[in-house]
């Protein structure tokens, strides 16, 4: 099994930046990919980046891209989620979660999430 719990959310006004913080615990050596989700109120969730635990490539959703990096710090077991330039429509419940493949497949592995409100 693997845990994963986030930190790091809160209210920021549009145009700020938030650095949200993904910590994996148990079969850490599992893990092939860890992705961030978002899931906006009243809206289905949705893919915001993810990246290959051991060789660090990234892919970004267009909606993200040129304001989000998504990181990992192997040694503590850390993947982090740097959001600037912060719009209202970035307001969400983010989660992150894990996945044995490096490719392809479902996430068996969830966070309990962490809010980010962004306000106009």
């Known amino acids: 099994q693997v845990q994963l719990v986030e930190s790091g959310g809160g209210l920021v006004q549009a145009g700020g930046s938030l650095r949200l913080s993904c910590a994996a615990s148990g079969r850490t050596f599992d893990i092939g990919t860890i992705a961030w989700f978002r899931q906006p109120p009243g809206k289905e969730r949705e893919f915001v980046a993810r990246?290959?635990?051991?060789?660090?490539?990234?892919i970004y959703a267009d909606s993200v891209k040129g304001r989000f990096t998504i990181s990992r710090d192997n040694a503590e077991n850390t993947v982090y989620l740097q959001m600037n330039s912060l719009r209202p429509e970035d307001t969400a419940l983010y989660y992150c979660?894990?996945?044995?493949?490096?490719?392809?497949?479902?996430?068996?592995?969830w966070g309990q999430g962490t809010q980010v409100t962004v306000s106009s």
């Open positions: 990246i290959i635990w051991s060789g660090g490539v990234t």
């Open positions: 979660a894990a996945r044995k493949s490096r490719n392809s497949g479902a996430y068996a592995y």
